[in-house]
């Protein structure tokens, strides 16, 4: 934000008028923080490698990157030596739930039925014995992520019957803790079905009202047996309330090809396009073609935890019609599963190697997944090493990011917003 311009000449007698001084008192108000950054914060990231390339001075002021310059050129009052390290942006985690992790806490042992329905059934019954969800709990998950570069996360959060909203309370408490380090965004998910839980969808026009922004959805057949209604009651939600739709689809085959249909419908018909996005999606790596350049088309994206048991996407086409994709954990070390440590990079690792990626280009790409690609998914215009993007930046010990991506290593230091929040392997927040 820039102040009001003002047209004086230094020999000009006339004092200021009072209009232009008023404007100034205004601005100088509303934006005090922003001052403050500007006389304080300015920093300079000396000597790090972005992307891998050529030695470079990352500019930070405020929280904001504003240059990137050739070594050595650049200048501010605080200084960081970045050592020639590898620079990457910071890291996107586009499908979590910090809300239901046990981490931290003593092990947990895995229980209850294997099937969606039966975890579903399993966490209900047992989440209150491990006071799940908890801000102490989602702190220690968020502080996990930063430990490891994550700077921006979209989290689905449980709302139903038995928890209602306090689930978002406790993560936006969470993330109001570290001070905005991560910057959160939240899906308000009804992991327990809707239409089979009367009372669901007001909850969910509820946790829109209070400032998700996003509501998600979850099987509508499988969990709910009434698609339509589902998908019909979450999108009268987004377009009365004009949020976005972030939907879990477990089917797949034909079910799972006759729910992308119907959310594709439903896309155009309220008027949602690139609002939408289908979690896990199983179904996408199996249905035709021209299904997927429609989804492409209205801007529908994909998030993906990367299973290893999962089939490949049709890659080479969804690079060639833009259909975005996004990385994410999903829950870590909770009554879902036990696996997880909240790597985005070993993610983004395991979706390399379901796809076979192997060439430089390709392995350059799954690591973008992680970062610069995965703007969209958080609401940014740019995440990446440049001026104008929030100032987000990861230093590893890597030749580039394709060494990093076959080797996770250490996150020397964590720039988050502007601010160091973890050196050497260590939070500070
Ligand atoms: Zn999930």
């Not at 965004?185 to 009804?190: H, R, Y």
């Not at 896309?267 to 429609?294: C, K, M, Q, W």
């Amino acid at each position: 934000m820039r102040p009001p311009i003002l047209h004086c000449s230094t020999h000009r007698a006339d004092p200021l008028e009072p209009d232009a001084l008023d404007a100034i008192q205004i601005w100088a108000v509303r934006n005090a923080k922003h001052l403050v950054y500007h006389f304080l914060m300015a920093i300079v990231v000396e000597n790090v490698r972005p992307w891998g390339g050529a030695p470079a001075d990352i500019l930070i002021n405020g929280d904001q990157i504003t240059g990137v310059v050739p070594a050595g050129t650049g200048s501010a009052a605080e200084r960081i030596d970045g050592r020639g390290l590898l620079a990457l942006p910071g890291l996107v985690n586009t499908h979590a739930h910090i809300d239901k992790s046990w981490w931290g806490m003593p092990w947990v042992p895995y229980g209850g039925e294997a099937t969606t329905q039966g975890r579903i059934a399993h966490e209900r019954a047992e989440r209150e014995k491990y006071g799940i969800p908890s801000a102490d709990a989602t702190t220690g998950v968020l502080r996990e992520f930063l430990r490891l570069g994550t700077t921006r996360v979209r989290t689905h959060v449980d709302v139903d019957l038995g928890v209602g909203l306090r689930g978002i309370e406790a993560v936006r408490d969470a993330a109001a803790r570290l001070g905005g380090a991560v910057q959160v965004e939240i899906v308000a998910f009804p992991q327990d079905g809707v239409m089979r839980r009367p009372g669901v969808l007001e909850l969910l026009d509820e946790a829109v009202a209070a400032g998700a922004s996003h509501i998600g959805g979850l099987d509508p057949a499988a969990i709910d047996r009434d698609p339509l209604g589902q998908l019909d009651g979450l999108f009268r939600i987004a377009a009365e309330r004009d949020c976005g739709i972030d939907i879990h689809l477990h089917d797949g085959g034909t079910l799972g090809r006759f729910e992308y249909e119907l959310i594709a419908e439903r896309t155009r018909e309220y008027a949602r396009e690139g609002r939408v996005n289908v979690s896990h999606g199983f179904a996408l790596s199996g249905i035709p073609l021209d299904l997927v350049d429609e989804l492409a088309e209205i801007g529908i994206s994909w998030t993906t935890v990367a299973p290893v048991r999962s089939a490949p996407l049709p890659l080479d086409r969804i690079r060639e019609n833009g259909l975005r994709i996004g990385l994410g954990t999903d829950g870590i070390r909770d009554l879902w599963s036990p696996y997880g440590d909240g790597d985005i990079l070993g993610v983004a690792n395991t979706f390399a190697q379901l796809h076979g990626l192997r060439r430089d280009d390709d392995l350059r790409y799954a690591v973008e997944l992680a970062t610069s690609r995965a703007a969209g998914f958080i609401g940014a215009d740019a995440h990446d090493i440049v001026a104008g993007a929030r100032a987000d930046v990861v230093l590893l010990d890597a030749q580039n990011a394709q060494d990093a991506l076959m080797r996770s290593p250490r996150r020397e230091l964590v720039i988050a917003g502007g601010e160091v929040v973890v050196t050497g392997g260590e939070v500070l927040v």
